[in-house]
């Protein structure tokens, strides 16, 4: 065997035997890793406590021999997380983030249960947060509200996406909603947290209805104040029909 051959055959070898170190290093450095901390992100209505609780991973367990999907199948078991994601943040650490279901409405039964937007039914127990939420009322006594179910009920869906519409275009409106009557198929009555005026949402439209409200509540019911309004009907294209104290009813144009 010449030289040259020997030299490129003994390059092989060196090669080969430095990677079977840095493989076994390696696995000698990921054997040493422990889980000294697990971090929680994102969570606002649920205690780091629970979250910690349901991924159930020991101080100083071997970093990788943490299953991931098992502690995010643990994590997302919660009512309130919509979604986790479960990291390894070397070098010893666990990154969980969540994203929570945020309660919209509240409905008064034997036991209160909140729903998010998407109808999710979500127990009012297992929550740090006190909500100021509208409550939902006139629910079939054969809807049954199960933790962890979706309302099928298509009023409750309209009075969900109602209030969501609410909510994303004026906050503070959405807050002055004290409650949302619902009347087995027919009109959906909203109740004002001011003096209880009844405002007669009617059915689909729900967007151009809320914009009309809310020009009609800044322009005329902040400057009459609400003590003097009977109500006000949505249901009329293009308009807002009210009723004062000692007035007939009106409409106007919006």
């Known amino acids: 065997m010449s030289s040259p051959e020997r030299i490129s055959i003994l390059g092989v070898l060196a090669i080969l035997l430095a990677t079977v170190l840095l ?6 450095w990921k054997t040493n ?29 071997p970093l ?16 309130f997380i919509r979604r986790a994601t479960v990291e390894r943040d070397l070098p010893s650490g666990i990154r969980i983030t969540v994203e929570e279901r945020t309660p919209i409405a ?3 039964a034997e036991k209160s ?20 939420l509208p409550v939902v009322s006139g629910i079939p006594s054969a809807e049954v509200l199960t933790p962890g179910t979706v309302v ?16 994303q275009a004026n906050r503070e409106m959405f ?26 949402f009617g059915r689909g439209n729900i967007a151009d209805k809320v914009a009309r ?13 609400a003590q003097r309004l009977q109500y006000i009907d949505l249901r009329y294209d293009d308009q807002v029909v009210a009723r004062w104290a000692d007035e007939m009813s009106v409409g106007r144009k919006m």
């Open 213 to 225: 409200l809310e020009m009609f509540w800044t322009e005329e019911v902040v400057e009459r104040g």
């Open 152 to 167: 099928a009920n298509p009023d409750m869906q309209e009075a969900l996406l109602l209030l969501s519409v609410l909510k």
């Open 64 to 79: 990788y021999d943490v299953d991931l999907t098992h502690v995010q199948r643990n994590v997302s078991s919660h009512y």
């Open 113 to 132: 249960v909140y729903l998010d937007e998407e109808g999710v039914v979500l127990p009012s127990t297992v929550s740090r947060m006190i909500y100021d």
């Open 175 to 200: 807050h002055r909603v004290s409650e949302v009557r619902l009347r087995n198929g027919g009109d959906i009555v909203l109740y004002s947290a001011e003096w209880g005026v009844p405002i007669i």
């Open 106 to 108: 509240i409905v008064a």
């Open 23 to 28: 493989v076994v290093g390696g696995n000698l």
């Open 33 to 61: 890793l422990k889980v000294r901390n697990v971090t929680v992100r994102g969570n606002v209505n649920v205690e780091s406590n629970q979250l910690l609780q349901l991924a159930g991973i020991p101080k100083n367990t």
